[in-house]
């Protein structure tokens, strides 16, 4: 996606998140729900106006590291080589977190909404995006797996961000099903920490193994 274009639906991810966050303001009780735990109960609260303004300054520093990073990423290690992917899983993030965020102010404002649903799914898909890009990611220190054995070796990172892929599609899919089938309600936690560390592991025996080629 063209940079031009990524601001456009940024600005209005932004404006959409503002605009609920004023919209449903008068309906806000005091203290507004910001946490919740694995059976969506809320667990932590926060005064109205911080519990109505966290979602769009969320969205909005998003959108800001968007156009950011791009420019201060170091000489060899630039964005611009897959800036069309860059710009999409960015989008893609911030769409996520927009639901997540409108959906939340919407169950502090008294809708039925099932937020313990809503959330994992949203998050399985996002993990299922990333995993369809992820091989497409080329070394950079901003987005991607980054350990300092991928950005030590362009054969390590290309390795390494084959198999996320693979984890990343799969244990999205897995969130999503379990999500919709109403079971397991901790898999989400087990499922973002393994896909945290099955890579970050594999990295570093793929770093050892080319190093004793030598």
């Given at each position: 996606?063209?940079?031009?274009?990524?601001?456009?639906?940024?600005?209005?991810?932004?404006?959409?998140?503002?605009?609920?966050?004023?919209?449903?303001?008068?309906?806000?009780?005091?203290?507004?729900?910001?946490?919740?735990?694995?059976?969506?109960?809320?667990?932590?609260?926060?005064?109205?106006?911080?519990?109505?303004?966290?979602?769009?300054?969320?969205?909005?520093?998003?959108?800001?590291?968007?156009?950011?990073?791009?420019?201060?990423?170091?000489?060899?290690?630039?964005?611009?080589?897959?800036?069309?992917?860059?710009?999409?899983?960015?989008?893609?993030?911030q769409g996520v977190m927009l639901v997540i965020g409108m959906t939340a102010?919407?169950?502090?404002?008294?809708?039925?909404?099932?937020?313990?649903?809503?959330?994992?799914?949203?998050?399985?898909?996002?993990?299922?995006?990333?995993?369809?890009?992820?091989?497409?990611?080329?070394?950079?220190?901003?987005?991607?797996?980054?350990?300092?054995?991928?950005?030590?070796?362009?054969?390590?990172?290309?390795?390494?961000?084959?198999?996320?892929?693979?984890?990343?599609?799969?244990?999205?899919?897995?969130?999503?099903?379990?999500?919709?089938?109403?079971?397991?309600?901790?898999?989400?936690?087990?499922?973002?920490?393994?896909?945290?560390?099955?890579?970050?592991?594999?990295?570093?025996?793929?770093?050892?193994?080319?190093?004793?080629?030598?």
């Amino acid at each position: 996606m063209k940079p031009v274009r990524t601001l456009i639906v940024s600005a209005a991810f932004v404006a959409i998140a503002v605009g609920v966050a004023i919209w449903l303001y008068p309906r806000l009780p005091a203290q507004v729900p910001v946490h919740w735990d694995m059976s969506g109960q809320a667990n932590r609260y926060a005064p109205r106006f911080w519990g109505a303004a966290m979602w769009p300054l969320l969205i909005f520093g998003l959108a800001v590291l968007t156009v950011a990073l791009p420019a201060i990423s170091p000489r060899r290690f630039e964005i611009k080589s897959f800036a069309g992917i860059y710009g999409a899983l960015m989008l893609v993030i911030q769409g996520v977190m927009l639901v997540i965020g409108m959906t939340a102010l919407l169950v502090g404002a008294g809708f039925a909404l099932p937020l313990s649903t809503i959330v994992p799914l949203a998050v399985g898909v996002l993990l299922m995006v990333l995993g369809n890009y992820m091989g497409k990611l080329r070394k950079n220190f901003f987005i991607g797996i980054r350990t300092p054995w991928t950005l030590a070796s362009d054969t390590v990172w290309e390795r390494t961000h084959r198999l996320a892929g693979w984890v990343f599609v799969l244990a999205g899919a897995a969130m999503a099903i379990t999500t919709l089938a109403h079971v397991m309600p901790g898999w989400g936690l087990v499922v973002i920490v393994a896909v945290l560390l099955i890579p970050y592991v594999y990295s570093f025996f793929v770093y050892r193994a080319l190093e004793g080629r030598h």
